[in-house]
């Protein structure tokens, strides 16, 4: 509750974006399968560069701009199992998939969205070269429609589109940039919020619904990069930004509440700023070439960076902004961070060293002084150093000008990039309306009554349905059936479950995918190399009463050291064959007779001591509850015997 107070109090809104690859069998605008078959090596490779275009209204998307301005050149790889001349543009795209529309149209059913007439294919401006066309294919499927948390509140969608997969990136190599393009055009679907969300657990929960519900129509692939989750964040006081490429749902929170304290961090900069009597208009783009002062230092980094062709060293006065430009805004990254970025986007330079992180790089306090002299700026202002050829210094210090500017309005709109620590980074400019245009190669697609029919068959449960259809049909009671619905291994159940039939040997099943998974890998057990083949096999012997659930346990704990294995021949190292009742209760009575004198000077409360002998040596052997009924009609037969 205090959580809740908190974000509530800094009225934190998220909308949240879910990008789902989609398993069906062939890509979104043409015959290329989803699923690479066969061998996949690289056949061959092209180049591109790419440029921005108007829309219709002649206008230019900034964010398309800013990459152009970059001047990168595109590296395409492909082969011939995986991609065709549609996606290295030498083709018109096909029609749209069918198969893909109609998954998204069930998601669409089972949520309460309202379906558009036509389906319009539109191109959405992308000119970071994951797309060889230079924009993305996306089409609204339906608006509208909402899901329901587990406390009742309802997150309103705003949207459902269908669009292609972006090239999966490779790397770069100066300014070149290298790309796959197995993974372009392979459908998506992109389900946005509206900001109802106003905790990182909200988020959370709203992500794990709208993924289960994507799985349940058994069309979601699987694994690695097959989902990302982009985020929209504000809060009071700020403006949206937009956080990409969330990939990991444990990461949500983090993210959220990092990038939630960076905008509150930026705010109260604003206030600093206006407290300290500063107008935008201070803040002005005066460079002075210290070049000089900085040849004179012991500074190996410094040095460095001059010994290259044509290097200077310029700089900026900032006025009052001394201790602003260290502040802590993230954990690790200073205000000084987020300019820096900016000028490595614009200007293409390494990074910036700034007065607030000084003494530092090898500079002295007296290199400090020297520079606050050449450049003439008092005890309370901050100075700004870049390090490069002139024409990219200059540029990396007007970016960092404009990014100073934009400190009097608080929080500035941008696009930025989720990183593997939870933190955000400056990726772009918010993009704007003038990316998107219509596609003029892929005719409107009727949504018609039979293809809104044939979407209905595939819609998926709630999770709430869901978890009831578990307890009523597969006799989990509900925390278990909750458990494995939300469990990667939730599949394998049905799968199983398909494969032998339902019955009381499921709850075991079930006990074993998920909680026992869970335990053995908090105990630090690999538990990753237990393959499918083998869960399956193990859910035989249970069906067959082959093997016990603590049977299963030691079974299970010896294949994470020995994954090469067989159940089988696992079974048969520890032993473990079920003995019929007759040896167990041969092995119980063996048992009471040698403690004898226990179980009469005790009497019935020698249960748990007989029990425990016994588990030790029928561990495995035997299911537990019958040990029990056994051990305790035993000690009865017993003790009335010594009466009789």
């Known amino acids: 509750m205090e959580n809740e107070n908190y974000y509530q109090k800094i009225g934190l809104k998220v909308g949240l974006e879910v ?34 275009t108007r829309s219709e209204l002649g206008e230019i998307d900034i964010a398309a701009y800013f990459e152009w301005k970059r001047g990168r050149k595109y590296i395409y790889q492909s082969s011939e199992n995986t991609s065709c ?167 949500l929170p983090l993210v959220i509440e990092n990038e939630a304290r960076r905008q509150l961090k930026l705010l109260e900069i604003k206030e600093l700023l206006l407290q300290r009597g500063l107008k935008k208009e201070d803040i002005a783009l005066n460079f002075v070439d210290i070049t000089d002062v900085l040849s004179k230092t012991d500074s190996k980094v410094v040095k460095k960076l ?48 700034h007065s607030d992180e000084l003494p530092g790089y090898g500079l002295s306090i007296n290199d400090v002084r020297a520079i606050y ?4 700026c008092s005890e309370e202002d901050a100075f700004i150093v870049i390090i490069d050829e002139e024409r990219k210094a200059r540029e990396g ?47 409107p697609l009727v949504i018609t009554s039979e293809l809104l029919s044939s979407a209905k068959q595939l819609a998926p449960p709630t999770p709430k ?4 259809l578990l307890v009523s049909e597969y006799n989990l009671n509900e925390e278990l059936a909750k458990e494995l619905l939300f469990d990667e291994n939730y599949a394998l159940f049905m799968d199983i479950a398909k494969l032998l039939g339902k019955g009381s040997y499921l709850k075991t099943v079930a006990w074993m995918l998920v909680q026992l998974r869970k335990a053995l890998k908090r105990e630090g057990f690999q538990v990753e190399n237990i393959t499918k083949e083998q869960y399956v096999s193990l859910s ?33 190292k520890l032993g473990l064959k079920p003995l019929d009742m007759e040896a167990i209760n041969a092995i119980i009575k063996k048992i009471i007779e040698e403690n004898a004198k226990i179980v009469e000077e005790k009497g019935e409360k020698a249960f748990g ?36």
């Open 19 to 52: 990008h789902q690859q989609l398993d069906v069998e062939r890509k979104l605008f043409c015959n290329c399968p989803v699923t690479p078959q066969g061998d996949n090596a690289i056949l061959s490779s092209f180049e591109r560069r790419l440029r921005p």
């Open 85 to 251: 001349l549609v996606e290295a543009d030498e083709e018109p795209p096909h029609p749209i998939n069918i198969e893909a529309v109609r998954v998204g149209l069930a998601f669409a059913h089972s949520v309460g969205s309202t379906p558009v007439d036509e389906l319009h294919v539109m191109r959405k401006i992308v000119i970071d070269g994951s797309n060889t066309t230079g924009f993305q294919r996306t089409a609204l499927l339906s608006i509208g429609g909402s899901i329901e948390l587990s406390n009742g509140k309802k997150i309103r969608i705003s949207t459902i589109c269908v669009e292609e997969d972006s090239s999966k990136k490779l790397g770069e190599e100066d300014n070149n940039v290298i790309y796959d393009l197995e993974r372009l055009g392979v459908p998506l679907l992109e389900i946005s919020t509206q900001p109802d969300i106003n905790t990182p657990e909200e988020a959370v929960e709203t992500a794990l619904t709208i993924g289960l519900m994507l799985r349940l129509t058994g069309k979601a692939k699987r694994g690695i990069g097959s989902v990302r989750q982009d985020l929209n964040i504000s809060v009071r006081g700020g403006t949206k930004v937009e956080v990409k490429g969330v990939q990991e749902l444990e990461l």
């Open 306 to 353: 001059l010994s290259k062709e044509n290097a200077v060293g310029l700089a900026i006065c900032v006025p009052k902004m001394r201790g602003l430009l260290g502040m802590e805004i993230q954990p690790g990254k200073r205000f000084g961070t987020e300019l820096s970025d900016y000028a490595k986007f614009w200007g293409g330079v390494k990074g910036i060293i």
């Open 373 to 376: 002299e050449k450049l003439k």
């Open 397 to 443: 210090l007007r970016a960092v000008v404009d990014r100073l500017k934009m400190a009097f309005d608080g929080v500035p709109p941008e696009t930025r990039a989720a990183m593997p620590d939870g933190t955000t980074r400056f990726m772009r400019p918010l993009p704007g309306s003038a990316r998107m245009y219509p596609e003029t190669d892929i005719p």
């Open 465 to 468: 349905e869901a978890i009831q």
């Open 540 to 572: 035989q012997k249970i069906y067959e009463e082959k093997i016990t659930k603590e049977g299963v346990e030691e079974v299970i704990k010896y294949l994470c050291n020995n994954p090469s294995l067989s159940v089988d021949e696992v079974m048969d």
């Open 609 to 644: 001591i007989i029990m425990g002998k016994a588990m030790e040596i029928l561990r495995g052997r035997a299911q537990g509850k019958i040990v029990s009924e056994l051990v305790r009609r035993n000690i009865n037969e017993y003790l009335s015997a010594k009466k009789g």
